[in-house]
C-alpha cells in the first residue's frame, strides 16, 4: 500500500463522508450553511463531551496524584449497585449546577454579569475553529488562523475582567485587576514563541504549519519543532504562557482559592458558574490544541510506520498527553505571586522568546549547513538559548537559594 | 538551574501516582461503606450501661445510681434519677438502681470520666458511631432503654479490657462470699458458744 | 537568679516612694510575687525590663484575676489572766469584716536573654466598680497587648496608656464582662434533657409545671 | 425535622413508585426513570460542600477528604470557598454567639437546593461548650439542619456516613405534589433573619418559626 | 546581629517589616478595604483580619478574634480540675496530647504532685509525636496557602493519620486523646504499640526526605517565601513569640532546654536556629525540629523503663489542692502553652488561665505583614501556626 492510500484511507475520510452524505440531503442552495453546521455541531459535542471526561480525569488523576482514588461511585440513576468507576461523575455535576438557583447580587451590574459567562464560552469555542484536528478536518481554513487564534484567545481574558468588575464583590474586583496584569504579560510571551515557527514555515495557517512539520529521519524520527533547538524553548515558553493564559496552576491567580475566594468567580452560582467552568477548559483544551499543532506535529503520527492509525486519532491522543501534563502541573506546583507573575513575563520570558526568534532565523539562515557543520548548527542554536536561559535564570532566582541552618550551642 | 526543583517535584508526584497503583503504601483510601477500618479496643464513642442478663436489661443493670458519674461527667450530659426501691443484683444483694438514666449524646465529648469514676464498672464506652439522624431531640437523647447492652457485647466490643473487668468482679464476688462465710461460721461458732446472747446482725 | 526579696530590695532602692509588697504563695509550687502599687508600675516594670542582673525581656503571660467582695470572720484569740487567779482563759472573739473586692492583673515575666525567670508581678484594682484603672504594660512588653485587651474584655479592668484597648473576644455591643465571678449568663436553657444542680435551676422556668425531666420513657421495671 | 403531612394520591405518578415496585418492573427488563430521579441522581452525586471550618470537626472534615476516606469517591471533594457555589455547608465545630450571624448569613447566601449537617456535638446542641456564655446551643436554633452527626469529633468516617444519609435523603426527594422537597415550595423561606448582636446576648436569641424543642408534656 | 540589644525597643515607633510605600498618595488612589474571614479558605479557622490594601499591597491590617470565643476558662473554674482535662484536648485541637501535659504539668506543679518515671518517658514519647503531627499538618497547610492543589496537605495527612492510629489505639480517640492525668497517664502502652509507634517513628525521615524533595528547593517555593514576613529578634522577644516562630529569628530558647521540664535534661538533641525570621526560616524550622523529634522519639523507645505510669498517690476524684497558685509552662509545637491556677482549696479551680502561644505569636502580625501583599498575608499568617481552638479559647 502507497503512503498516499494509507493517509487517504477510509478511516481517514470517514469523518469528512459523513458530513457529506447528510448534506446532500439538503437542497443545494442550503448545502452551504448544512455543511458549517454540521462542523459545528460536530466540534461541540465532541469537545462538550470531551470537556466532561476532562473535568473526571483530573479528579481522578488529581487523586491518584495524592494517593487516594478520586470520585468512583457516581453509577447511573436507574440501576443500583453500578458504579462505572465514577465516570458518570461530570453528567451529575451537570446536572446539579443546571438545576441550581441562579443568583445575581443585588449591587452587580446584571447585564455584564449576564454577559461575562457568554462571552467567556463564545470566545473560548470560537478559537476551536481554526485548529487542525486531522488531515482533512479542519472547521474554518485560515490563512491568518494564528492571528485568529491569539484574538480570540485573549478576549476570554477581558471576559474575566468583566466577571470580576460586574459582581461588585471586592475580592471579584482583585481577581480582574490581577486578570488583566496577567492577560498584559502573557499575551506578549505566548505570540513570540510562535513567531519562530512563522518565520521558518512563513505562513500563518495553521495547518500548513502542520504539514511542514511532516516527514522523519530514518522513519521514526518526526520533523516536528518541537525537536528543534529553537522549537523546543519556544515550546517551554509557549506551556509556560499557555497555563498562565489559561489560569492554571502556578499561574491562577485570578481565582487564587487560598487567597481571593474563588476570585471573579466568588458571586457566580449555578449554570453561569459552569461556563465559566466549562471556559476554562475550553481554553485550556485550545492551547493544547495549538500547542500540539504548533510543536508536536499536529496531527502527524510519531513514526512512519504508525501512520494507518488515523490522523485526527494522533492528535487526540496528544491533546490528552498535554492535558495530563497540564494536570500533573497542576497537582505539583504552588502559585506564584502577581509580581513575580508579571517579573517572569518581563524579565525572563519575553527576552528569552526575542532571542529565540533570533535563534529560528539563524537557523534558517544556515539551512544550507550540513555533515560535520550540522553539528556545528546544533551547538551555536542551543548556545544562543542555553547561555541566556541560564543568566536569566540566575538573575531571576537572585538571592533565593536553600539555606543551611545552624543548631543551638 | 532554574526549574530544577520543579522538575524534582514532578518526579515525585509521579512516583506516587506510580505508586497509587502497586503500593499499598500510596494508595492509603478505606472504601468506606464497603471496607471499614478495625477499630482499635480501646476505641470510644459514648457510653453504654451494661447489663448482666440480655434477657432482662432493665432487671440486671449494674449501674446502682450512685450518680458518681453524673457529678463527674464534665459537660454534665448524664441524669440519674435513683431509685425507690432496691431490688437485688448480681451477688444477691439488694441495691438501688436507676429509674432514669439518660445521656445526652448530643452533648457527650466522648471523654470517658464516667468510665473511669465508676466504681462498679457498670457503665463503658461504645463503638458504634455511625449515629447519625435526622431528628436531634428524639433520638440523640438516649433513655435507660437504648443505653442498656448486655455483657456479651462488651466482650465483643472490648475483649480484653471486658475479660479483665469480669475477672475482678469475679474475684470482689467470691472473696465476697468467702467473707460471708467467713462470717456465717464464726456466727455459727458463737451460736455454738454462746447460745443465750442474740447474735449481732450480720454486716453486709 | 536573685531572689524575690532581694529585687524588692534593689526596687525599694530604686524606687523609695513605690510601695512593693511581698505576696507568699502557700502552695507547694511556692511561686511568690510582688504586689506593685498601680502609680509606679510602669517605671518598675521598665526597671525590670532593662535591669542588667535581672534583664526581663520576656512578659510571658498576663492574667486577671476576679476577687469579690467577702465578709471574712476573722477570730481573735486572746489569753485573759482569770482574776480569781485560776488558769488562763482562752477567749475567741469574732470580728466579721467586708473585705472589698479587687481586680488584680498578674503578670508572668522571664528573661530569655538570660534564661531565667520566672518573677510575678500583680497590680491591684481599688475596687470591682469605678475605680478600675491599672496602667498599661503593653509599651514596656508588647506580648501584653492581647492580654491586657482580654482582661480587659473579660474582667473590665481598663489599662490607661494602651494603645488600641477594644474587646478582644466579645463583640463590641456587649455590655458584660463574663469572667467576673458574678457574671449571669444569658437565659437559653430551653432544651436541657439532663439538667441537674444549678443548670436545672436555670432551666426549670423553660420547663411546664411538671417540672420533670424530659423524655421519662423508661417505666420501672 | 419539617415532614409534611402524607396524603394518599389517588393516582400515583411515575416519580411516586415505591422502590419495591421499580424493583419488580426492573427484574422485568422494564426501565422506569424520570426526570425527578435523574434530578436527584445529579444533585445526589455532586454535592460540593462550603469550605468552611469552624473547630476540631473541622479537622476531621479535612480528614474526610484525605487520602484515608476521600470523600471524593462521593464526588464531593469539591470545597467551594464561595458560598454561592456550594450544595451543602458542613456545620463543623462551636458555633459561637459571635459566629451565628456570619454563619447564617453564608446559609443565605447558598443558592437552593441547600443542605445542612450539622457535625459534632457543639453544632448540635453546644456540645461541651453549651455552658459557656458565648457559645449557641445548637446551629438548628436558626438555620434548618439536615442532618445531624453526633460525636466529638465524629469520626471522618460518620461524616460520610452522614453524606450517605444525605444522598439517600436527597433521591428520594420529590418535586411534585404534596411531599415536594422544601426547596421547591415557594412558602418556604430560603434565607432566615440574621440575629444582631445585643448588649448580653444575640438579639433574638433563637428564631421560633424554626426552632420549637419538645415540651416535657409532648414527650409524654 | 545581638538579638539583645541592651536599649529597649519601642514597640510602636517602628514597623519591623518593610516600610509602606505610598505610592496611593501619589495616585490619589483609593483604598480598599477587605475582609478577610471569618470565612476564609486559608484563615485556618474563623479568624478574621480586617485588611486594607493599596492595590495588592497592604497597608493596615487589623485582626478580629473571638469567633471561636468558647469560654473554656469560664467553664474549667467551674468544673473540677480533673473536668477541665478533655477541655484541654479541644483547645489545640491538633495537639491534643501535648496541651494535656502542660495542664497536667500546671496541676502536679499547683499540688506538688509527683510523676513516675516510665510516666514522663510516655509524655515525652506523646509529646514529641504530637509535634510530627502538628508540624507535618502545618507545612501542608502553608503550602495550601502557597497555592497547591492541597497534595503536600494530603502527603501530610497521610503520615498524620498514621501518628493518629497510634493515639487512637491507645488513647481511644484521634483527636481528643484525654490521655494525661495529674500524676501519670492513663493507658499504659502494649509492647506490640511499641513496636508500631519504633516503627512509624523510623519509617518517618523517608517522608521528611519525600517532601522536601519535593517542595523545599522548589524556586517558586523559594521566591515566594524567603524574605517574606521578616521578624526580628528583638520585636520577637519583645512581642512574646514563642517556639519555632521566634527560633526562626535567630532567638535560642527552647522550653525543652531552658526548663528542662518532664525527662527532657536526659534527652541528646539540638534546637535549630533561623537567620532571617522570614516565612522560609520558619517552614524549615518546622522541617526540622521534626527531624529532632524523631532523634527525640527514638532515645525515648531505647530507653523506656519499666514501672507503674501513675503515681500511688495520685487521687483521680476528689482531688483538691492546697491553696496556693502555679504556672505550669512547656514548649508546644506551636510556641509556649502555660497554665496558670489558683487554687482556693476547692475541687474547682478558683482561677484557670490558659496561655495561648497562637493568640500571642499574632501580635505582630500586622507588622510582619505590612507592606507585602495579600497573597503573602495568608502564606505570613499560615507559617505562624495558629489554631482558633486556642487563639480564643
Same mark, same amino acid.
Given at each position: 500500500m502507497s503512503a498516499a492510500a494509507l493517509t487517504d484511507s477510509f478511516l481517514e475520510r470517514a469523518p469528512l463522508a459523513l458530513r457529506d452524505w447528510v448534506v446532500n440531503f439538503l437542497p443545494a442552495p442550503l448545502q452551504w450553511l448544512g455543511h458549517h453546521l454540521i462542523t459545528i455541531i460536530a466540534v461541540l459535542a465532541v469537545f462538550g463531551t470531551f470537556f466532561a471526561f476532562t473535568t473526571i480525569a483530573e479528579r481522578k488523576l488529581l487523586a491518584r496524584l495524592q494517593n487516594r482514588l478520586g470520585p468512583n461511585r457516581s453509577g447511573l440513576p436507574w440501576i443500583k449497585g453500578l458504579t462505572l468507576f465514577g465516570l458518570s461523575q461530570p453528567f451529575a455535576d451537570a446536572i446539579k449546577t443546571l438545576t441550581k438557583e441562579d443568583i445575581v447580587p443585588a449591587a452587580a451590574d446584571k447585564c455584564l454579569h449576564f454577559l461575562a459567562p457568554v462571552i467567556v464560552v463564545a470566545f473560548s469555542l470560537m478559537t476551536f475553529a481554526v485548529l487542525p484536528f486531522g488531515r482533512h478536518l479542519i472547521p474554518v481554513e485560515l490563512d491568518a488562523a494564528l492571528l485568529y487564534f491569539f484574538a480570540a484567545g485573549a478576549a476570554t481574558e477581558l471576559a474575566i475582567f468583566m466577571a470580576g468588575w460586574s459582581s461588585r464583590n471586592k475580592y471579584s474586583l482583585l481577581a480582574a485587576m490581577r486578570a488583566l496584569a496577567q492577560l498584559i504579560s502573557y499575551e506578549l510571551p505566548l505570540i513570540l514563541s510562535v513567531v519562530p515557527i512563522v518565520l521558518v514555515t512563513s505562513t500563518l495557517s495553521t495547518q500548513n504549519i502542520v504539514l511542514a512539520q511532516g516527514g522523519w529521519t530514518f522513519g521514526f524520527l518526526p520533523h516536528w519543532f518541537v525537536f528543534t533547538p529553537w522549537g523546543f524553548p519556544a515550546f517551554i515558553i509557549f506551556l509556560v504562557a499557555a497555563l498562565a493564559e489559561s489560569n492554571r496552576s502556578p499561574f491562577d491567580l485570578p481565582e487564587a482559592e487560598s487567597e481571593l475566594i474563588a476570585g471573579h468567580l466568588t458571586e457566580y452560582s449555578g449554570f453561569k458558574y459552569a461556563l465559566f467552568f466549562m471556559a476554562e477548559y475550553f481554553g485550556l483544551t485550545a492551547l493544547s490544541g495549538l500547542g500540539v499543532t504548533l510543536f508536536l506535529g499536529g496531527w502527524q503520527a510519531p513514526i512512519a510506520a504508525l501512520q494507518f492509525i488515523p490522523s485526527y486519532a494522533w492528535f487526540m491522543l496528544k491533546l490528552i498527553g498535554m492535558l495530563v501534563f497540564f494536570i500533573w502541573i497542576r497537582g505539583t506546583l504552588l502559585r506564584l505571586r502577581i509580581d513575580q507573575l508579571t517579573r517572569l513575563a518581563w524579565q525572563f520570558l519575553v527576552p528569552l522568546a526575542l532571542l529565540n526568534v533570533g535563534n529560528a532565523a539563524f537557523w534558517i539562515l544556515t539551512a544550507s549547513w550540513s555533515g560535520p557543520l550540522q553539528l556545528i548548527r546544533w551547538a551555536i542554536s542551543l548556545a544562543i538559548i542555553v547561555i541566556p536561559f541560564i543568566l536569566l535564570g540566575r538573575t531571576l532566582t537572585a538571592g533565593y537559594a536553600p539555606r543551611t541552618y545552624r543548631y543551638a550551642p | 538551574m532554574l526549574g530544577s526543583g520543579i522538575i524534582n517535584g514532578l518526579i515525585v508526584t509521579a512516583k506516587n501516582f506510580a505508586g497509587s497503583y502497586h503500593d499499598p503504601e500510596r494508595m492509603v483510601t478505606v472504601e468506606y461503606p464497603e471496607q471499614k477500618t478495625v477499630l482499635p479496643e480501646n476505641y470510644r464513642n459514648f457510653p453504654f450501661l451494661i447489663t448482666e442478663n440480655a434477657t432482662d436489661p432493665m432487671g440486671t443493670l449494674r449501674c446502682v445510681a450512685c450518680q458518681i458519674c453524673e457529678k463527674e461527667c464534665p459537660p454534665q450530659c448524664i441524669i440519674i434519677e435513683k431509685s425507690k426501691d432496691k431490688k437485688p443484683d448480681a451477688t444477691g444483694k439488694l441495691q438501688l438502681y436507676p429509674a432514669i438514666f439518660g445521656i445526652d449524646t448530643s452533648v457527650c465529648m466522648s471523654c470517658q470520666i464516667c468510665v473511669e469514676v465508676c466504681p462498679f464498672d457498670a457503665i463503658k464506652m461504645d463503638k458504634v458511631f455511625e449515629i447519625a439522624t435526622t431528628d436531634r431531640f428524639q433520638d440523640l437523647f438516649l433513655d435507660r432503654e437504648r443505653l442498656a447492652k448486655p455483657n456479651s457485647y462488651y466482650h465483643e466490643i472490648h475483649p480484653v479490657e471486658a475479660a479483665e473487668v469480669d475477672g475482678r468482679l469475679l474475684a470482689e464476688r467470691k472473696a465476697a462470699e468467702e467473707k460471708a462465710k467467713v462470717a456465717a461460721a464464726a456466727k455459727a461458732a458463737a451460736a455454738a458458744a454462746k447460745p443465750v446472747v442474740t447474735p449481732p446482725p450480720a454486716t453486709p | 537568679m536573685e531572689t524575690l526579696e532581694q529585687i524588692r530590695a534593689r526596687l525599694l532602692l530604686a524606687y523609695p516612694a513605690a510601695q512593693i509588697t511581698f505576696v507568699t504563695n502557700p502552695g507547694p509550687a511556692a511561686e511568690h510575687s510582688l504586689l506593685i502599687e498601680? +502609680?509606679?508600675?510602669?517605671?518598675?516594670?521598665?526597671?525590670?525590663?532593662?535591669?542588667?542582673?535581672?534583664?526581663? @525581656?520576656?512578659?510571658?503571660?498576663? +492574667?486577671?484575676?476576679?476577687?469579690? %467582695?467577702?465578709?471574712?470572720? @476573722?477570730?481573735?484569740? +486572746?489569753?485573759? =489572766?482569770?482574776?480569781?487567779?485560776?488558769?488562763?482563759?482562752?477567749?475567741?472573739?469574732?470580728?466579721?469584716?467586708?473585705?472589698?473586692?479587687?481586680?488584680?492583673?498578674?503578670?508572668?515575666?522571664?528573661?530569655?536573654?538570660?534564661?531565667?525567670?520566672?518573677?510575678?508581678?500583680?497590680? $491591684?484594682? *481599688?475596687? $470591682?466598680?469605678?475605680?478600675?484603672?491599672?496602667?498599661?504594660?503593653?509599651?514596656?512588653?508588647?506580648?501584653?497587648?492581647?492580654?491586657? $485587651?482580654?482582661?480587659? %474584655?473579660?474582667? !473590665?479592668?481598663?489599662?490607661?496608656?494602651?494603645?488600641?484597648?477594644?474587646?478582644?473576644?466579645?463583640?463590641?455591643?456587649?455590655?458584660?464582662?463574663?469572667?467576673?465571678? %458574678?457574671?449571669?449568663?444569658? @437565659? @437559653?436553657?430551653?432544651?436541657? =434533657?439532663? *439538667?441537674?444542680? *444549678?443548670?436545672?435551676?436555670?432551666?426549670?422556668?423553660?420547663?411546664?409545671?411538671? *417540672?420533670? =425531666?424530659?423524655?421519662? +420513657? !423508661? !417505666?420501672?421495671? | 425535622m419539617s415532614d409534611p403531612v402524607t396524603s394518599p394520591t389517588p393516582f400515583p405518578a411515575a416519580g411516586n413508585i415505591s422502590d419495591a415496585e421499580r424493583e419488580d418492573l426492573r427484574r422485568h427488563g422494564i426501565l422506569m426513570t424520570s426526570l425527578e430521579e435523574l434530578h436527584n441522581w445529579g444533585r445526589s452525586n455532586s454535592i460540593w460542600p462550603l469550605q468552611f471550618g469552624l473547630a476540631c470537626c473541622a479537622i476531621e472534615m479535612i480528614a474526610a477528604a484525605t487520602a484515608r476516606f476521600d470523600i471524593a469517591r462521593f464526588g464531593a471533594e469539591i470545597f467551594r470557598p464561595s458560598p454561592r457555589q456550594a450544595d451543602l455547608m458542613i456545620v463543623s465545630g462551636t458555633v459561637t454567639k459571635k459566629m451565628a450571624p456570619q454563619v447564617i448569613r453564608l446559609w443565605n447566601q447558598m443558592p437552593e437546593p441547600k443542605y445542612c449537617i450539622a457535625m459534632g456535638a457543639c453544632a448540635i446542641s453546644g456540645g461541651p461548650f453549651k455552658q459557656g456564655y458565648n457559645v449557641l446551643k445548637g446551629i438548628d436554633r436558626f438555620i434548618p439542619v439536615d442532618i445531624y452527626i453526633p460525636g466529638c469529633p465524629p469520626r471522618p468516617e460518620a461524616l460520610l456516613n452522614g453524606l450517605i444519609q444525605l444522598q439517600k435523603q436527597i433521591k428520594a426527594e420529590q418535586l411534585t405534589g404534596p411531599n415536594a422537597a422544601r426547596f421547591t415550595r415557594p412558602e418556604e423561606p430560603s434565607e432566615f433573619p440574621i440575629p444582631a448582636y445585643g448588649a448580653h446576648d444575640l438579639v433574638p436569641t433563637k428564631n421560633d418559626a424554626l426552632w420549637a424543642p419538645p415540651t416535657p408534656e409532648a414527650k409524654a | 546581629m545581638n538579638p539583645f540589644t541592651p536599649s529597649a525597643p519601642t514597640p510602636f515607633a517602628s514597623a519591623p517589616g518593610p516600610t509602606v510605600r505610598a505610592v496611593h498618595d501619589e495616585f490619589h488612589g483609593d483604598l480598599l478595604e477587605v475582609s478577610m474571614g471569618p470565612q476564609h479558605p486559608s484563615t485556618h479557622g474563623v479568624f478574621r483580619m480586617v485588611a486594607t490594601l493599596d492595590g495588592e499591597q497592604l497597608v493596615k491590617l487589623k485582626p478580629v478574634f473571638g469567633y471561636l470565643h468558647r469560654n473554656h476558662e469560664k467553664i474549667a473554674e467551674n468544673t473540677t480540675y480533673l473536668g477541665s482535662m478533655p477541655y484541654t484536648d479541644r483547645l489545640d485541637y491538633l495537639c491534643s496530647m501535648s496541651t494535656n501535659w502542660a495542664y497536667a504539668l500546671a496541676v502536679e506543679r499547683l499540688a506538688g504532685q509527683a510523676v513516675p518515671e516510665r510516666a514522663q518517658y510516655l509524655r515525652i514519647i506523646m509529646a514529641e509525636l504530637t509535634r510530627l503531627v502538628n508540624h507535618s499538618c502545618l507545612v501542608g497547610f502553608l503550602f495550601n496557602d502557597l497555592g497547591t492543589s492541597f497534595t503536600p496537605l494530603l502527603y501530610a495527612f497521610r503520615e498524620r493519620e498514621k501518628i493518629i492510629d497510634l493515639f487512637e489505639s491507645l488513647s481511644g480517640s484521634r483527636m481528643m486523646c484525654n490521655y494525661q492525668r495529674f500524676g501519670g497517664c492513663r493507658v499504659d502502652p502494649t509492647p506490640e504499640w511499641l513496636a508500631a509507634a519504633q516503627q512509624l517513628v523510623d519509617n518517618f525521615p523517608r517522608f521528611l526526605d519525600e517532601y522536601e524533595r519535593m517542595l523545599t528547593g522548589n524556586e517558586i517555593m523559594l521566591a515566594r517565601t524567603q524574605g517574606v514576613g521578616r521578624l526580628d529578634a528583638t520585636h520577637a522577644i519583645n512581642a512574646g513569640i514563642t517556639g519555632p516562630v521566634l527560633r526562626a529569628s535567630g532567638v535560642d530558647y527552647d522550653l525543652r532546654k531552658v526548663d528542662a521540664y518532664g525527662f527532657y535534661a536526659q534527652f541528646d538533641f539540638r534546637v535549630p536556629l533561623g537567620a532571617h525570621g522570614d516565612t522560609y526560616d520558619r517552614y524549615m524550622m518546622r522541617i526540622l525540629e521534626m527531624r529532632e523529634s524523631v532523634k527525640i522519639l527514638q532515645q525515648a523507645f531505647k530507653r523506656l523503663p519499666a514501672g507503674p505510669i501513675m503515681d500511688p498517690k495520685a487521687k483521680l476524684r476528689g482531688f483538691r489542692p492546697k491553696a496556693g497558685e502555679a504556672y505550669g509552662r512547656l514548649e508546644g509545637p506551636k510556641g509556649e502553652l502555660g497554665f496558670f491556677l489558683i487554687s482556693d482549696g476547692s475541687p474547682n479551680p478558683y482561677r484557670y488561665r490558659v496561655r495561648p502561644p497562637s493568640l500571642i505569636n499574632l501580635t505582630l502580625l500586622e507588622e510582619m505583614c505590612l507592606g507585602h501583599t495579600i497573597a503573602d498575608a495568608v502564606v505570613i499568617l499560615g507559617s505562624i501556626d495558629i489554631v482558633l481552638g486556642e487563639v480564643d479559647r
Open positions: - | - | 498601680a +502609680t509606679h508600675a510602669v517605671e518598675i516594670a521598665r526597671w525590670l525590663r532593662d535591669d542588667t542582673a535581672l534583664h526581663l @525581656d520576656y512578659c510571658s503571660n498576663a +492574667t486577671g484575676v476576679d476577687w469579690p %467582695d467577702k465578709t471574712i470572720t @476573722d477570730v481573735a484569740t +486572746t489569753t485573759e =489572766p482569770d482574776p480569781a487567779g485560776g488558769p488562763a482563759k482562752t477567749v475567741e472573739t469574732k470580728t466579721t469584716r467586708l473585705q472589698p473586692g479587687y481586680l488584680e492583673a498578674i503578670y508572668h515575666l522571664y528573661s530569655i536573654a538570660l534564661k531565667q525567670g520566672p518573677v510575678v508581678i500583680r497590680l $491591684r484594682t *481599688a475596687n $470591682r466598680t469605678d475605680a478600675v484603672t491599672l496602667p498599661s504594660l503593653t509599651p514596656i512588653w508588647r506580648s501584653c497587648d492581647f492580654q491586657e $485587651r482580654e482582661i480587659f %474584655d473579660l474582667y !473590665g479592668i481598663i489599662f490607661s496608656g494602651h494603645p488600641d484597648l477594644r474587646r478582644l473576644l466579645m463583640w463590641d455591643e456587649f455590655k458584660d464582662h463574663p469572667m467576673r465571678k %458574678d457574671y449571669v449568663e444569658p @437565659d @437559653d436553657y430551653e432544651w436541657e =434533657p439532663t *439538667a441537674h444542680g *444549678a443548670v436545672l435551676e436555670r432551666a426549670k422556668p423553660h420547663q411546664s409545671a411538671a *417540672a420533670a =425531666p424530659a423524655l421519662k +420513657t !423508661g !417505666g420501672t421495671p | - | -
